[in-house]
């Protein structure tokens, strides 16, 4: 089994940073890549940014710039810095671990992010 904990979310103002951090425990197989979602109110979840344990990152269009992915392969914490943020970032955000030879997927409680104009 599979645990996830968020933390680092709150309510900041347009332009200001947050740093999401995520910390995965259990049985945790070495391939695989962790990332972040989000999903705002009435919309679907959508893809933030992902990083492999190798460190190749991705990131959605709208995030590239403002938003930095980065992964502690010891202690098995993935972060997200965000920066400049929008009101449209508003959203809860997910951390989401995936191995890659079975395709398991494990999600966190997820994140409340709120920006204010």
């Known amino acids: 089994q599979v645990q996830l904990a968020e933390s680092g979310g709150g309510l900041v103002q347009a332009g200001r940073s947050l740093r999401l951090s995520c910390a995965v425990s259990g049985t945790i197989f070495s391939l695989n890549t962790m990332g972040w979602y989000r999903q705002a109110p009435g919309k679907q979840r959508e893809l933030v940014a992902t990083i492999t344990n190798g460190g190749t990152t991705n990131y959605a269009d709208s995030m590239k710039g403002r938003f930095t992915i980065s992964r502690d392969n010891v202690q098995n914490t993935v972060h997200l810095q965000m920066d400049d943020l929008k009101p449209e970032d508003t959203a809860v955000y997910y951390c989401?671990?995936?191995?890659?030879?079975?395709?398991?997927?494990?999600w966190g409680q997820g994140t409340q992010v709120t920006v204010s104009s």
């Open positions: 989401n671990v995936r191995f890659i030879i079975s395709g398991t997927n494990y």
